[in-house]
């Protein structure tokens, strides 16, 4: 449940959904932007 939780909050990032870089590079980096933008509004609503 956990999993899909996460998936679903990555998904609002139409980037993310679709995956437009070529470079895997750059896909993970856009992934680790998305996390750390999740975990600073969870922290910042829950404190």
Known sequence: MVVERTHSWLNRSRRLLVR??????????????????????KITVYG
């Open 20 to 41: 437009w870089e070529k470079k895997a590079e750059n896909y993970l980096a856009f992934i680790q932007l998305a996390c750390a933008q999740l975990i600073f509004f």
